[in-house]
């Protein structure tokens, strides 16, 4: 039993919270309008984005340009905190998961117009279920990873642009409508080894209706549109970005750099929610600390630091809120590396880098059974993960927690079956 | 509420798996539900927790209730066995009272229906 240790720190409220994190898409727009790559105009780019299949690997940069890409995202980091604000939803460790998902995945694939109809069959279910917003509104922020299939029926050419736009809509609303139930059944799968829940729900949910169109004979297939360069500038907004953090942390609780430690000894297991358990400073230091780590992977590895690997590093900042800490996440990390070595991938490659960076959805299986169980883990991710986008047709932009979801669900058993005593 | 009941027995349960586990192996349980609220009450009968212990399962149940997390995560309540979800619990319930009295650990519970 780990309970709570009462954390002495400088209190904030909820609204100062979210201006904080505000900073976030407020410096994300400001960035933008300073890099400019691409000689069309700001507004066609937008289109671009917004008409985009939008599927895996679908990034923004390469679509629409840096200035566009980032315009879409702080435009969905400013909506998640508005809806946050609106419906007086915590700033705790899932909602800031919840935020920095959207935020990362605002460069490949989600944006204001594919992410609609979602809301709206949330919304419908509600009203059904005589609920109110605030209490699913984290599951909709997720479940937004399967936004590629609102775009996919409206703009890949598959209908007449009218019947498009009602069956992309219409789709949209189902899924928002069905996600809440099906999100938290699949959680006794995985038991909350796999942090990336909707991961797996939304590729269940994909996996479903990529079968369905394939039995009309409509094929749907993952794509590789990414963008190749890198810039020196973005590196180092987002180091910024993330000292930011942990001054952030620092000013919260001042005596963070000796109680940072502290964070380690959790596993990480869902439900493990930092700014309760620890505080919100040694949250944001944790959250800062592990995108420099991130950052500094990507830039040593010599990746570069395209859309999907923006994302990638965002949502492990997000869920260092919720669970992830460097030392239950490193040992499934090796374990990929060692995969990756063992397979002949190629380390620097995007695909290679976003495994390596997403693998960290089941760290929790390395902080509840050890640096062995975490290896093997983050091996059997990297099998799964480099086969599994075709089966759902790279409409679930959250591939790697569809991989850890089935990775957790079949190796926590296993682990179980040879552990010996206890009550 | 939907699945109140449900969520009712998953909060006991996870209690159930965590005093048996961690702490003896007497437990009492009664659960009182009405249209305004259920109380849940515990005995855990010569309990081997000390005030520091106590303390700290009293801050970990006093969280306050979290609506949008018990909507996605109810349903991890008493699953595990190797790990609690003490701020699962805590997240599902409006009120807690932990008190020792005569070595055994007495536990009341509060959550309010809407």
New interface residues.
């Given amino acids: 039993?780990?309970?709570?240790?009462?954390v002495e720190e400088k209190k904030l409220s909820q609204d100062q919270l979210i201006f904080r994190l505000s900073i976030f898409p407020i410096l994300f727009l400001v960035f933008g309008l300073f890099v400019q790559t691409q000689a069309e105009s700001w507004s066609t780019n937008m289109v671009n984005i917004f008409t985009s299949p939008g599927t895996l690997l679908t990034d923004f940069f390469e679509v629409g340009g840096i200035r566009a890409a980032f315009t879409n995202a702080a435009l969905m980091g400013g909506l998640t905190l508005y809806l946050l604000h609106r419906y007086q939803?915590?700033i705790?460790g899932?909602?800031i998961a919840a935020f920095f998902t959207v935020l990362g995945f605002s460069f490949f694939g989600k944006n204001p117009l594919n992410i609609f109809p979602i809301f709206v069959g949330g919304a419908i279910y509600c009203r059904y279920?005589r609920?109110?917003m605030?209490?699913?509104?984290?599951?909709l922020l997720f479940s937004t990873g399967l936004s590629p299939i609102v775009s996919q029926l409206m703009f890949a050419g598959i209908f007449p642009i009218r019947i498009a736009i009602i069956l992309g809509m219409g789709f949209g609303c189902l899924i928002g409508f069905i996600i809440?139930p099906i999100?938290?059944?699949m959680?006794?799968f995985h038991?909350?080894f796999n942090l990336y829940n909707l991961g797996f729900t939304a590729g269940i949910i994909g996996t479903i209706f990529t079968s369905i169109m394939r039995s009309f004979k409509i094929e749907i297939e993952p794509v590789f549109l990414v963008y190749q360069r890198n810039h020196g500038l973005m590196i180092v907004f987002l180091a910024c970005l993330f000292v930011y953090l942990i001054l952030l942390g620092i000013g919260i609780n001042r005596d963070v750099v000796h109680k940072y430690w502290s964070i380690l000894r959790f596993?990480g297991?869902?439900?493990?929610?930092f700014t309760?358990?620890v505080g919100y400073g040694i949250t944001f230091v944790n959250m800062g600390i592990m995108g420099l780590l991130s950052l500094l992977y990507v830039v040593l590895i010599g990746g570069v630091l395209n859309g999907p690997v923006l994302a990638a590093i965002l949502t492990v900042v997000g869920f260092s809120a919720f669970g992830k800490h460097p030392k239950n996440s490193f040992f499934v990390i090796l374990g990929v590396w060692i995969a990756a070595v063992f397979f002949g991938y190629s380390l620097n490659s995007t695909g290679m880098i976003l495994s390596v960076l997403f693998a960290t959805t089941i760290a929790p299986i390395a902080g509840?059974y050890g640096p062995i169980a975490g290896i093997i883990a983050g091996m059997l991710h990297l099998a799964l993960v480099t086969n599994i986008g075709g089966v759902h047709g790279g409409i679930n932009l959250y591939n790697n927690g569809f991989s850890g979801g089935l990775v957790a669900g079949f190796f926590v058993p296993i682990i179980?079956a040879f552990k010996k005593g206890?009550? | 509420m939907r699945h109140e009941v449900k969520k009712i027995s998953r909060i006991v349960d996870e209690l159930t798996t965590m005093l048996l586990k961690d702490d003896t192996n007497e437990v009492d349980f009664k659960i009182k539900m009405d249209l305004k609220q259920t109380v849940i009450t515990i005995v855990d009968y010569h309990s081997r927790c000390d005030e520091k212990k106590i303390e700290r399962l009293r801050e970990s149940l006093s969280i306050q209730r979290q609506h949008e997390m018990e909507e996605y995560y109810w349903q991890l309540a008493g699953e595990s066995d190797c790990d609690d979800e003490l701020t699962l619990v805590g997240a599902m319930i409006d009120e807690a009272t932990i008190e020792l009295k005569d070595g055994n650990l007495h536990i009341q519970l509060i959550r309010y229906r809407e």
Wanted: charged fraction near 30%; hydrophobic fraction near 40%; glycine fraction near 8%.
């Fill in positions: 039993m780990i309970p709570i240790r009462k939803v915590r705790g899932l909602s279920q609920i109110q605030r209490d699913i509104l984290l599951v809440v999100s938290a059944h959680l006794r038991d909350g596993p297991r869902t439900v493990t929610d309760m358990l509840t179980d206890g009550k």
